[in-house]
Nanobody, 124 residues
Framework: QVQLVESGGGLVQAGGSLRLSCAAS????????MGWFRQAPGKEREFVAA????????YYEDSVKGRFTISRDNAKNTVYLQMNSLKPEDTAVYYC?????????????????WGQGTQVTVSS
């Protein structure tokens, strides 16, 4: 099991940027594929982005392609989500998650460990 703690959320105007961080402890960080998910009030949790164990492969939900960048620093046991050109519809609680499955997945059930979430609010 790995413990995950997100940070970096906050309030930003539309068009602005935020960088989320997810610090991991316990386990071996480089053994996990990592993902970011988000959940808006009254909506289901949805996939945002994922990165492979080495950081060499990344995947994004269509609505964030070209705006968000997922990356990881295995020396710091941290995964990041750089969010640019933010839109009000990006408002949600953002969660990082860790998966021990072989391949990178967009499915929440493939992730066994989750952080507590950090709130991102984008105003018009």
């Amino acid at each position: 099991q790995v413990q995950l703690v997100e940070s970096g959320g906050g309030l930003v105007q539309a068009g602005g940027s935020l960088r989320l961080s997810c610090a991991a402890s316990g386990g071996t960080f480089s053994s996990y594929n990592m993902g970011w998910f988000r959940q808006a009030p009254g909506k289901e949790r949805e996939f945002v982005a994922a990165v492979s164990r080495s950081g060499g492969s990344t995947y994004y939900e269509d609505s964030v392609k070209g705006r968000f960048t997922i990356s990881r620093d295995n020396a710091k046991n941290t995964v990041y989500l750089q969010m640019n050109s933010l839109k009000p519809e990006d408002t949600a609680v953002y969660y990082c998650a860790a998966s021990r499955r072989l391949g990178v997945s967009r499915l929440g059930h493939d992730y066994g460990d989750w952080g507590q979430g950090t709130q991102v609010t984008v105003s018009s």
